[in-house]
């Protein structure tokens, strides 16, 4: 037995519409590709080197998180990281991307096996810096540089690919903010101009491939975003959402006609439900096409009352989202923590408050917990339905043909999970086994 390939028996594979099919699934870990059974059978006549008997659980495209601004005492907005004010540029930088490879590392333990680094509203000139570029020497013998993005996609051994990275502000109404730092708050008097100025360098455009930028959000009511949206959805790989906005129900419509794909944590930092005037939430109903949307299904950002009626109304757009800050961490004890610009949250379980109020600063759920919250909440017959709305569904969102399925030829990033209590029993990333309970 050399082939190189693991058999997965005895298992419900999910399917893109949440049901579960009992199937074989075959890996081949030397390509880390999905492979055909039936194929590999009589071409190679050949038997699998692993099977795996799933003893009745789920197999599952690996979660993906298109919202997370930090875990296991990480920050992705804070630059330079914690503490290396006194070093060079290129050590600066080795500290951040171990801190970055850290989370990639640990959050497959939570069935997560790419995600979206998440930066927050920050200073402009930190954008270049952590968002965007990072300038390096070529060879230690040159003095010659080359612009590469700090966040361009990233994967490293038995750890979780980083796609790129999600821009949550600056261009957010300053009434919606939440938790953003006021004196950073943009507008966009030139439209396109305005918003590559501060994501971009002065040497490349947005639109430069492998920017690492994939997820925008914006508020269309701010000056010049609603103008510059269908400009922005032309970038290559380049997601419009909306978020943090008060824009009203019309506004909010032509944004989604000129392109905006996705609504970030619905519910938070926007309007609530009129009837005369539904808001960002009304798109939910928008005709004849309705956008995705982020959930925060960790039971504090949203009611289950919401969550349900949310899902009900659209279960195809439904995406979870973590939203988790650095305290994300299962061994991290409750109370006051250090996060950034002097500030300080106070964590309680999963809720997180910037200090001495009631403002929601994020979150300290995993997601696979947002997974079983969904399927409580919903009272789904089974955890697929949960399932594939941090699956299939981010994957569709950001246009992945390559992750997010159990097609074939497809990458064998997949979770194994307990079909009764919906935990991650197992996490694969390129067919190899990176995490077991």
């Given at each position: 037995m050399t082939s190189g390939v693991t058999k997965f028996t005895n298992c419900w594979c999910l399917e893109e519409d949440g049901s579960l099919i009992e199937a074989d699934l075959y890996v081949d870990t030397n390509s880390g590709k999905i492979i055909s059974g039936k194929e590999f059978f009589y071409s190679t006549k050949d038997t699998p080197t692993t099977t795996i008997d799933c003893d009745g659980d789920i197999i599952s495209p690996g979660l993906i998180d298109v919202q997370i601004n930090g875990a296991y005492g990480f920050d992705f907005s804070l630059w330079p990281p914690t503490k290396t004010e006194h070093l060079s540029k290129d050590e600066q930088v080795r500290v951040y991307l171990e801190g970055l490879d850290k989370v990639a590392s640990k959050i497959v333990e939570t069935g997560t096996t790419s995600f979206l680094p998440t930066i927050i509203t920050q200073q402009q000139d930190l954008y270049r810096e952590v968002g965007v570029y990072d300038v390096c020497k070529v060879a230690s013998n040159t003095p010659n540089y080359q612009i590469i993005p700090l966040l361009r996609p990233r994967s490293q051994p038995r750890s979780a690919h980083v796609l790129g990275y999600h821009a949550e502000g600056p261009f957010i109404a300053s009434s919606r903010k939440g938790a953003h730092a006021p004196p950073f708050l943009l507008s966009a008097p030139n439209g396109l101009s305005s918003i590559e100025a501060v994501y971009d360098s002065a040497l490349t455009k947005l639109s430069t491939p492998n920017t690492g930028v994939k997820l925008l959000t914006l508020a269309p009511d701010v000056d010049g975003i609603s103008a510059a949206i269908k400009e922005l959805t032309k970038l290559p790989d380049v997601i419009v959402s909306i978020g943090h906005s008060d824009a009203d129900v019309d506004l909010a419509s032509q944004s989604v006609d000129d392109g905006a794909r996705f609504i970030t944590h619905l519910f938070n930092a926007m309007p609530q439900l009129h009837h005369r005037d539904p808001g960002v939430i009304g798109l939910l109903g928008n005709q004849p096409i309705r956008p995705f949307y982020g959930?925060?299904?960790?039971?504090?950002?949203?009611?289950?009352?919401?969550?349900?009626?949310?899902?009900?109304?659209?279960?195809?757009?439904?995406?979870?989202?973590?939203?988790?800050?650095?305290?994300?961490?299962?061994?991290?004890?409750?109370?006051?923590?250090?996060?950034?610009?002097?500030?300080?949250?106070?964590?309680?379980?999963?809720?997180?408050?910037?200090?001495?109020?009631?403002?929601?600063?994020?979150?300290?759920?995993?997601?696979?917990?947002?997974?079983?919250?969904l399927k409580t909440f919903t009272h789904a017959s089974s955890f697929g339905f949960a399932l594939a709305c941090a699956s299939y569904h981010p994957a569709s969102l950001l246009r992945l043909s390559h992750k997010g399925n159990l097609k074939v030829g497809s990458d064998a990033d997949i979770v194994r999970v307990d079909r009764h209590q919906g935990t991650v029993k197992a996490t694969y990333v390129n067919g190899k086994c990176v995490y077991k309970m």
């Amino acid at each position: 037995m050399t082939s190189g390939v693991t058999k997965f028996t005895n298992c419900w594979c999910l399917e893109e519409d949440g049901s579960l099919i009992e199937a074989d699934l075959y890996v081949d870990t030397n390509s880390g590709k999905i492979i055909s059974g039936k194929e590999f059978f009589y071409s190679t006549k050949d038997t699998p080197t692993t099977t795996i008997d799933c003893d009745g659980d789920i197999i599952s495209p690996g979660l993906i998180d298109v919202q997370i601004n930090g875990a296991y005492g990480f920050d992705f907005s804070l630059w330079p990281p914690t503490k290396t004010e006194h070093l060079s540029k290129d050590e600066q930088v080795r500290v951040y991307l171990e801190g970055l490879d850290k989370v990639a590392s640990k959050i497959v333990e939570t069935g997560t096996t790419s995600f979206l680094p998440t930066i927050i509203t920050q200073q402009q000139d930190l954008y270049r810096e952590v968002g965007v570029y990072d300038v390096c020497k070529v060879a230690s013998n040159t003095p010659n540089y080359q612009i590469i993005p700090l966040l361009r996609p990233r994967s490293q051994p038995r750890s979780a690919h980083v796609l790129g990275y999600h821009a949550e502000g600056p261009f957010i109404a300053s009434s919606r903010k939440g938790a953003h730092a006021p004196p950073f708050l943009l507008s966009a008097p030139n439209g396109l101009s305005s918003i590559e100025a501060v994501y971009d360098s002065a040497l490349t455009k947005l639109s430069t491939p492998n920017t690492g930028v994939k997820l925008l959000t914006l508020a269309p009511d701010v000056d010049g975003i609603s103008a510059a949206i269908k400009e922005l959805t032309k970038l290559p790989d380049v997601i419009v959402s909306i978020g943090h906005s008060d824009a009203d129900v019309d506004l909010a419509s032509q944004s989604v006609d000129d392109g905006a794909r996705f609504i970030t944590h619905l519910f938070n930092a926007m309007p609530q439900l009129h009837h005369r005037d539904p808001g960002v939430i009304g798109l939910l109903g928008n005709q004849p096409i309705r956008p995705f949307y982020g959930l925060i299904v960790d039971g504090v950002h949203v009611h289950p009352n919401a969550v349900r009626l949310a899902y009900e109304a659209h279960p195809k757009g439904c995406v979870l989202v973590t939203d988790a800050m650095p305290m994300m961490d299962p061994h991290l004890s409750d109370g006051v923590h250090d996060w950034r610009d002097g500030r300080r949250l106070l964590k309680q379980g999963p809720k997180l408050y910037l200090e001495n109020t009631t403002t929601l600063a994020g979150s300290a759920s995993t997601l696979d917990e947002c997974v079983r919250n969904l399927k409580t909440f919903t009272h789904a017959s089974s955890f697929g339905f949960a399932l594939a709305c941090a699956s299939y569904h981010p994957a569709s969102l950001l246009r992945l043909s390559h992750k997010g399925n159990l097609k074939v030829g497809s990458d064998a990033d997949i979770v194994r999970v307990d079909r009764h209590q919906g935990t991650v029993k197992a996490t694969y990333v390129n067919g190899k086994c990176v995490y077991k309970m």
